[in-house]
DNA sequence: GTAAAATATCTTGTATACTAGTTATACAAA
DNA sequence: TTTGTATAACTAGTATACAAGATATTTTAC
């Protein structure tokens, strides 16, 4: 375009550069922190649990100005957490007239947990492959550290070192940025979970899929350690019927997309 | 939380309620096309793009005051739209310093196109499994629109066809979603394919390639429709040390993530 | 002439005022 | 009582003003 900042011999006449922004970013910049306080960050990480833990339902509204006030912030950093919950399609918008935490759509879900298991496949096949000692070992701390917390019943804490556990192993396979896809994938796949969590029993099932993934992780073999890892991420597909019935206006059922 | 709109009981006192948002977002709603022309989604589409066709080249600076004055418009719109984009790791922003196009990161760049693969396989082989006839149909259609692109050498519009083609085949599995999923991370690869697109006879490459997949997938063979899309998705790894050699500060070795 | 400090000016972050559109409510008429 | 309409209040989108920090330039000391 016409910005044109560094292209231009701008060493002939020194005084008159209306000071062009010619500091790119540098790679060994010290300053490459970037947002680490900012409001809106807190903001949008306290909305987006709220809506992940259904203490924000499906439906429910959510107001700029209580959450304005709840702060003691201005509507601008408000509105740019609202805008990247809606986003992710956590939240709809309606131009003028309010915004409401999203339902659960069915149909995404169900794709959402087929893109997961494709991605994990990838990931646990990779580790397989090429993990090192040290990962495993980390990864066998972190299994235990969930047998600990499923005997003390620690639900929240258990949640945590799940999530470490499969970021563990992509870490182990060298992808990093997948494990980030993951996660955001998780997000939708994850109101559903909560709902569907507080079964009896699930702690430990959990924790002996995990060690069963790791047994074939360690042995080197891959195929082993795949059918593992999918047939606990199959547990996901618990049939939505029965909790439809329990939340029916919790989910969504149509496609019916906001924005192209 | 505290907002409660309409779980309390709100029809003993009929005057008094201040007009709380009881209105969820309803299923078939009629207003529900949202966002359709609002200023920050045209300055985001605009700025992507020409992100994306390395017209804004990486390490550029992006100044919320000249994108104002272009469109005739204040910061607020402009404002969002960079932090859309700086979202999805296209731009940087130096808090109080300044907005730059970001460069290429290798290492996401690699792991993005393991992603594409993992979802895209996913995709061809359920194609392949409930794919209907008008859907096939539809996909070579495509395929012969591509080949007539190719011979005028009109490369956009090929391009659009190349995505048609991708964006069919997960249709044709019933994962609209995916194929979201797929595109955003298609928006990081994007760059470097356009860098490496111009090469010659490429187009035609492209057209034989898609057709073969689209034969697998009419046969029903579902490993051979995915062995010849991971055939097609594999010219993506082009060596990326020569390009580095052309355009050396467009890529990013190391990792340096700066958003936690 | 060199280097360090001071200053000017740019940048993004935030707050607030205003605009335009939507929904609920009140009210009137049938 | 029901239905249509007017109005009032609330919503998100936008514009603008101000604050805080960073970089480039200028100035000053030596």
Redesign the pocket.
């Known amino acids: 375009m016409d910005v044109s900042p560094d292209n231009m011999p701008d060493n002939d006449v020194?005084?008159r550069?209306?000071?062009a922004?010619?500091?790119p970013p540098i790679s060994g910049r010290a300053?490459a922190t970037g947002?680490a306080a900012?409001?809106?960050e807190i903001v949008y990480r306290d909305l987006r649990d709220d809506i992940m833990n259904v203490a924000l339902a499906p439906g429910a509204p959510?107001?700029?100005?209580e959450v304005t006030e709840r702060y003691?912030?201005?509507?601008?950093?408000v509105?740019?957490a609202?805008?990247r919950l809606a986003e992710e399609r956590l939240v709809n918008?309606?131009?003028?007239?309010?915004?409401f935490v999203s339902r659960i759509p069915v149909s995404e879900l169900r794709e959402a947990i087929v893109a997961r298991k494709a991605l994990e496949e990838v990931c646990v096949r990779e580790a397989t492959a090429k993990a090192s000692k040290s990962r495993l070992m980390e990864l066998r701390a972190i299994v235990q550290r969930e047998q600990e917390l499923a005997e003390n019943g620690d639900e929240h804490a258990f949640h945590d070192a799940d999530n470490a556990f499969h970021s563990g192993i992509a870490a182990a396979a060298g992808y990093p940025g997948i494990w980030t896809m993951i996660e955001k994938i998780r997000i939708q796949v994850e109101r559903y979970r909560r709902l569907t969590l507080p079964q009896k029993g699930r702690m430990q099932l959990v924790v002996s899929e995990h060690s069963a993934v790791l047994d074939a992780i360690e042995t080197g073999d891959g195929d082993a350690a795949v059918a593992a890892m999918m047939s606990h991420l199959n547990k996901l597909q618990i049939d939505i019927g029965t909790f439809q019935e329990l939340w029916p206006d919790y989910f969504l059922f149509d496609e019916q997309r906001t924005q192209p």
């Open positions: 020194k005084t550069k209306p000071r922004p010619n500091s300053t947002r900012r409001n809106s959510i107001l700029e100005k003691g912030i201005s509507r601008t950093p509105r740019e609202i805008l918008v309606f131009p003028k007239s309010g915004t």
